[in-house]
């Protein structure tokens, strides 16, 4: 089992600026892509962004040119996300995804409204 230390969200005015941290318990053998995703309501789960074992970096269609992913440490990842949007109101959720399996945070609430 992997346990997550969320960081961060909260509520924040359209065009602001909020940060994510996550911290994993432990670490897979081999490859793994650690990440966001969010839901907000009455919507399924979707890719924020994620960043792999080796650096590669994938976000959602939405994400890109706004939020910027980074991993400081094999355990840790941290998401920038700059001009948000009342569309970007949901909870969000650290995620580790294995070949066989994805592990889920707790998740954290991010509202943007003014």
């Given at each position: 089992?992997?346990?997550?230390h969320e960081?961060?969200?909260?509520?924040?005015?359209?065009?602001?600026?909020?940060?994510?941290?996550?911290?994993?318990?432990?670490?897979?053998?081999?490859?793994?892509?650690?990440?966001?995703?969010?839901?907000?309501?009455?919507?399924?789960?979707?890719?924020?962004?994620?960043?792999?074992?080796?650096?590669?970096?994938?976000?959602?269609?939405?994400?890109?040119?706004?939020f910027?992913?980074?991993k400081?440490?094999?355990?840790?990842?941290?998401?920038?996300?700059?001009?948000?949007?009342?569309?970007?109101?949901a909870?969000?959720?650290?995620?580790?995804?294995?070949?066989?399996?994805?592990?889920w945070?707790?998740?954290?609430?991010?509202?943007?409204?003014?």
């Amino acid at each position: 089992q992997v346990y997550f230390h969320e960081t961060g969200g909260g509520l924040v005015q359209p065009g602001g600026s909020l940060s994510l941290s996550c911290r994993a318990s432990t670490i897979p053998n081999g490859d793994f892509h650690l990440g966001w995703h969010r839901q907000a309501p009455g919507k399924e789960r979707e890719l924020v962004a994620s960043i792999s074992t080796r650096g590669q970096t994938d976000y959602g269609d939405y994400a890109e040119g706004r939020f910027i992913i980074s991993k400081p440490n094999a355990l840790s990842v941290n998401l920038q996300m700059n001009n948000l949007q009342p569309d970007d109101t949901a909870v969000y959720y650290c995620s580790m995804q294995t070949f066989s399996h994805t592990y889920w945070g707790q998740g954290t609430q991010v509202t943007v409204s003014s």
